[in-house]
């Protein structure tokens, strides 16, 4: 059973705060992605990584870094949080190919006072 | 530019009745669709896909078609209970695109009412 596990189901942090989600899948996926969830716009890609040590941008990434130095975790830092950053994050991961579906994370809900 | 697109925010049936959800896409260029289910404070799962070679794909109570020419594919639940009560979000991915990523749509809210 592919397992990812995200670090906190809830986090709250304040404005200029710097904020690590971690991320961990024990199913030796290539690939991993990093989501936000918000009401009415669905789940918008800020960055994946399809191998150790490399990442590409997704849609929306400003604001945010990610880091990949082994193969199961992926982290997404905020360097400065901001009030528009509270959203639901969503952490998945896939095996190499095209087509093949993602397992989902159950998500951190995170909250920027 | 919303490449998918979910048009009805929320769909409310009853129990035993047919529940349609329906998804478009303006991207030629994406040729594997997936639908996923998705229960609050949970992380989405994977419900059924479907290739573009394909126009229709079954499993159980889930049917999936895809209509290529309109660029159009919709989910059909037959039928409909409780526990399908969900948002439920259809995702794309193409030939061209790097490391399987997928782009979803808005997603749907599905109420099946007992």
């Known amino acids: 059973d592919v397992k990812v596990t995200q670090s906190s189901r809830y986090l709250v942090k304040r404005t200029g705060e710097k904020v690590f989600l971690e991320c961990v899948q024990d199913m030796d996926h290539e690939n991993m992605f990093w989501y936000r969830q918000d009401p009415g716009l669905g789940l918008r890609l800020i960055y994946f990584?399809?191998?150790?040590?490399?990442?590409e941008k997704g849609d929306i990434p400003e604001g945010y870094s990610v880091s990949r130095e082994k193969k199961e975790r992926f982290s997404l830092i905020l360097e400065s949080a901001s009030t528009n950053q509270t959203s639901m994050y969503l952490c998945a991961s896939s095996p190499l190919h095209e087509g093949d579906e993602q397992f989902f994370g159950p998500g951190t809900r995170l909250t920027v006072l | 530019d919303q490449q998918v697109k979910q048009n009805s925010p929320s769909l409310s049936v009853q129990e035993g009745r047919i529940s349609i959800l329906n998804c478009d896409y303006t991207n030629s260029m994406f040729d594997y669709f997936l639908w996923y289910k998705k229960y609050p404070a949970e992380g989405p799962t994977f419900l059924i896909s479907?290739?573009?070679?394909?126009d229709k794909n079954e499993d159980g109570r889930f049917t999936v078609f895809l209509n290529k020419s309109a660029k159009h594919l919709s989910l059909h639940i037959v039928p409909s209970q409780p526990g399908d009560s969900a948002v439920y979000f259809c995702?794309?991915?193409?030939?061209?695109?790097?490391?399987?990523?997928?782009?979803f749509g808005e997603g749907t809210q599905l109420t099946v009412n007992p």
């Open positions: 479907i290739s573009s070679i394909k």
């Open positions: 995702a794309a991915s193409g030939w061209e695109t790097s490391g399987s990523r997928l782009t």
């Open positions: 990584s399809y191998d150790v040590k490399m990442k």
